[in-house]
Each structure stands twice: as C-alpha cells, then as structure tokens.
C-alpha cells in the first residue's frame, strides 16, 4: 500500500471514529430517573453523586429528568454536619465538599426530594438542619414517591 492511501485511509477511519462519539453522545434520548438514597455512608453517598453527574455527562441535563429521593438515613447526605446531635440520624454527611456536589447537580437540573415521614420521626428541622432544602423538596413518603415515580414512567435506580 502506498503511504498517500495509507494516509488517506487513516484520514476516513479517523473522521469517522469522530462522527460515531459525536453522536454516541445524543443516542440515549430522554430519561426520566430516580435515584434512591436511604444510607448514610459519605463515601456510598458521594459514590451516588458522582453516578449522577456521569449519568448527566452522558445523556445530557436537557434529556433528563432526574430526582433523588431520600428517607430514613438517606436524609444525612443534607443534613449538616454539626445539626446531627440535634436530631434521631447519627451522622450529616453535608460538609463543604458534599454542599459543592450538590449545589453542581441541582444548577443541572438535578432535583432533591426529602421524606417527610423521616422529617417528623427524626426530629429535623428543615430550614435549621438539611443543606438547600425548601418546602417544595418534601415529599409526603420517601417510598411512596419512589412507587409514584416508577408507575409514572421513571427508571428506578439506587446506587
């Protein structure tokens, strides 16, 4: 083969492996997902966020629609490190970096939704003890919004 063909094959092939990521990056067409969060350990909870932000990277925030509904201990990845002892869950995971990971989601279209069962049962104070959460994030139950969800057309995932 001469170099001149050899070059322009190597052309084409590389002109098309661009085109196919080009377009990789829009065939997932629009979702509607729901993550569930009902643990407290940071690092699963951060392992949780960094799914949603690749999910966000593949698929693009304008195809999504995507939640993440949290009850019982799930609430510790908002509630604020210092409020635990104010509260019925041991720990609060929403540290500086964790509010940065959040804050990121949610200016992407991320929503968080908080149990209001675990609210009461647990004694938190919305506005004193979880990170970013106003009356609009509450849900009436964590599981009866996760089934709502499902039965509306959202994949169910929990990482």
């Known amino acids: 083969m001469k170099i001149k063909n050899f070059v322009s094959l190597f052309a084409v092939l590389a002109l098309g492996l661009g085109v196919m990521s080009v377009s990789y ?23 949780a966020l960094r799914n ?10 304008e195809n999504l629609d995507l939640r993440v509904i949290m009850h019982g201990k799930g609430l510790s990845l908002l509630l604020l490190p210092d409020e635990a002892g ?11 970096a964790m509010q940065a990971k959040i804050a990121g989601l949610k200016s992407q279209g991320v929503a968080f939704k ?10 938190i104070n919305v506005s004193d003890h979880l990170y970013d959460v106003s009356d609009s994030d509450i849900v009436p139950s964590g ?6 969800l499902q039965h509306n057309g959202f994949t169910y995932l929990r990482p």
């Open 114 to 123: 908080v149990c209001a069962n675990t609210v009461r049962g647990k004694k």
């Open 25 to 47: 990056a829009g065939s997932y067409g629009s979702q509607k997902i729901a993550y569930h969060i009902n643990y407290d350990q940071a690092k699963r909870q951060g392992g």
């Open 143 to 148: 599981v009866a919004e996760l089934s709502h």
């Open 86 to 96: 104010n509260t019925g869950l041991p720990v609060g995971n929403a540290n500086e």
């Open 52 to 61: 949603i932000q690749n999910h966000i990277n593949a698929v693009g925030a």
